[in-house]
């Protein structure tokens, strides 16, 4: 689509200067208009005329030049040829008339389609610059992988200078430069740049990490596997670009409909010309035969609805994304931040010791937590302190990266971890706490298991919490004969318990980036139109491949946000459901002004025929016509959607 002559911030003055003169042009038709003083020797018309129906003709023509097949009629065309055929017999009101209609629905159709692209950007930004290469090859633990030291000197290098097989070590706080498997050393990865999981994931020797996450607790050692364009962080941003160039611009209805308009326009005009012998009647038919009101229809009831969306905290970036919305029939939900706050809480505080209560053993965790940087041990301590327990100094601790610590609190000397870490400082496990270890997995909990040296003191367990409008949004859009679907990151046991809090029936889990695209495309493929709505950094693809995309605009991340067509400002999903009313009426309104202008035109035509209309009387109906579509399209803004 070719840039306007005027961008926007130029167009809207200058457009309203047209439109003064047009008044001006109505109010006072005669060529000698005079001005206090002074005489003008022109009729003000011709300033609409070169404000408004210069950039209007320029379009024409570029579009005959430039574009291939049927878009070579245009709109702008037809309009064009009125506006010259008027100005040929002299009308220059009604030639001033039909180009200003023309160019306040292009500014409108602007502000409803214009939008910042600087979400890809921000993507780009989440690259790593660097990484830190081992570069000796003497191993001060005598270990070596393929001739490197997994203990040797180490040098920050630039990250597109990585290659395939080098050993790389990651500090605690660091970003990972590529993806790799580690090979030596324990830690717990925040991967929600990726698979937006809440919790760190633990990994240890063996297991794959990638590019971008971030690695919070343990220094480990990893081989490259893949780099620069290959790694899963440069994958996720050629997504998001591939799917921007999906996304075409909203095209005019009245650029459809042009194909037809423009031969049955001048067919008309010129079989009314030949078989009366006036000239006026064919220009007439020719002025109230462009389509304004019909180009009028979809930019202001899109507006309006925008505006009513803004109210309720909806902010709707595009008009295409509005009439999409009132046709998808699939909602697609991410989990983390999504249907849940994405904040970990603790859920369930379990005493195996009937001499321990449930506020003592919250005591005992926190306390040893105290000093713990592990997002599982600063929940507990936040949870402690709103409690208003007071914590006691431990004596002793030590952490296990991506298994548990050891702390010695009152003389007592506390292991805190997952099961692995238990049974690893010789404790067993009782069947009975195996059996409310799994209970708690079933319902995607994270558990930390409480022992002092020779049995388990207890158990407490961490959860996202579900937004509680999640369940009753869902039962609305099932009504309203609406699909749901959750595609998540996390684990199948976790998605399969939110899912069934929500209502939701249809689940994906363990799903990357490119995994969720590939579902999304998989529905679309079956025929429906799919809205995805997410929040995180890599939900950002599905959002964009997606019919529509809806980001929590309030805590949701910036990329996300930008690579949305819509955002939830207050991250209330219960919004969804009004989301889908207001754009089903959207439509509807835009299909009735549709209909009623060309009805308009149907009589306006017959009329400018039969010679009851002439071009200035015909601009007038034809004006008429346009400003009751837009009262039709205004009737949205302050319409009830319960």
């Known amino acids: ?255 459809k409909c042009a194909s037809w308009l423009v031969p049955v326009a001048m067919m008309i005009a010129i079989i009314t010309g030949l078989a009366t012998q006036d000239i006026v009647r064919a220009v007439t ?14 930019p202001t009831a899109i507006m309006a609805a925008i505006g009513q969306a803004t109210k309720h905290g909806v902010i709707i970036k595009s008009g295409e994304a509005l009439e999409k919305m009132g046709k998808v029939n699939t909602i697609a939900f991410d989990k983390t931040g999504t249907l849940t706050y994405g904040r970990l809480e603790v859920s369930d505080i379990i005493s195996f010791d009937k001499n321990i209560s449930e506020s003592e053993l919250l005591s005992l965790t926190a306390s040893a937590e105290a000093k713990s940087e592990h997002p599982l041990g600063k929940a507990i301590v936040a949870h402690a302190k709103e409690k208003g327990i007071v914590l006691k100094d431990s004596d002793f601790f030590q952490m296990q990266s991506g298994k548990g610590i050891c702390a010695e609190v009152s003389g007592r000397k506390l292991y805190l971890g997952n099961e692995k870490y238990i049974l690893q400082s010789g404790m067993t496990i009782p069947k009975n706490v195996e059996n409310e270890l799994e209970k708690l997995r079933v319902q995607g909990k994270a558990s930390i298991i409480v022992a002092d040296g020779s049995s388990c003191l207890g158990m407490l367990a961490l959860s996202d919490v579900l937004r509680p409008e999640a369940a009753t949004m869902a039962a609305k859009l099932s009504e309203m004969n609406t699909d749901t679907v959750l595609l998540t990151g996390d684990n199948q046991k976790t998605a399969a318990y939110f899912a069934t809090q929500a209502g939701i029936t249809k689940v994906k889990a363990d799903l990357l980036p490119e995994e969720k695209v590939q579902s999304i495309s998989e529905i679309r493929g079956q025929g429906n139109r799919v809205c995805m709505i997410g929040d995180g950094v890599n939900d950002a693809p599905a959002l964009k491949i997606a019919d529509v995309g809806v980001a929590m605009g309030s805590m949701g991340s910036d990329i996300a946000v930008e690579a949305a067509d819509i955002a939830l400002m207050s991250d209330d999903i219960s919004k969804i459901p009004y989301l889908k009313r207001l754009s089903n009426a959207t439509v509807a309104t835009i299909k009735l002004s549709i209909t009623l202008s060309m009805c308009i035109n149907f009589i306006a035509v017959t009329c400018s025929v039969l010679g009851v209309l002439n071009p200035t009387t015909g601009a007038l109906v034809h004006n008429a016509g346009s400003c009751f579509v837009v009262l039709v399209a205004a009737l949205l803004y302050d319409r009830k959607f319960e």
Do not use: H
Request: glycine fraction near 8%.
């Open 1 to 255: 689509m070719i840039k306007r002559m005027n961008d926007f911030l130029e167009g809207l003055p200058m457009t309203v200067v047209g439109g003064v003169f047009l008044i001006m042009s109505f109010v006072f038709p005669r060529t000698d208009f005079v001005l206090p003083g002074n005489v003008l020797p022109f009729d003000p018309a011709w300033v609409t005329v070169i404000i408004c129906g210069i950039p209007l003709l320029y379009l024409a023509v570029w579009r005959v030049i430039y574009n291939k097949g049927i878009s070579k009629i245009s709109s702008a065309l037809l309009i064009s040829i009125a506006m010259i055929a008027a100005i040929a017999i002299g009308d220059l009101f009604a030639a001033g008339e039909v180009a200003f209609i023309m160019e306040i629905g292009a500014i409108l159709e602007d502000m409803t389609t214009n939008r910042a692209k600087k979400g890809l950007k921000k993507l780009i930004s989440l690259a790593p610059t660097q990484g830190r290469r081992i570069t000796d090859d003497k191993s001060i633990n005598g270990k070596s992988i393929n001739g490197k030291s997994i203990n040797g000197l180490e040098e920050m290098i630039p990250a597109e200078q990585i290659r395939q097989n080098d050993v790389l070590r990651v500090l605690p706080g660091e970003t990972i430069p590529v993806d790799g498997i580690i090979i030596q050393g324990e830690t717990s990865i925040d991967q929600s740049i990726m698979t937006g999981e809440s919790l760190p994931v633990d990994k240890g020797i063996g297991e794959d990490v990638f590019c971008g996450t971030i690695n919070r607790f343990g220094s480990i050692d990893m081989r490259a596997t893949k780099v620069g364009e290959d790694s899963s962080l440069q994958k996720l941003i050629r997504m998001v670009q591939d799917a921007e160039n999906k996304q075409a611009p909203m095209q005019r209805i009245a650029d």
């Open 285 to 298: 038919v020719l002025v109230v035969f462009c389509p304004c009101a019909l180009v009028l229809a979809t």
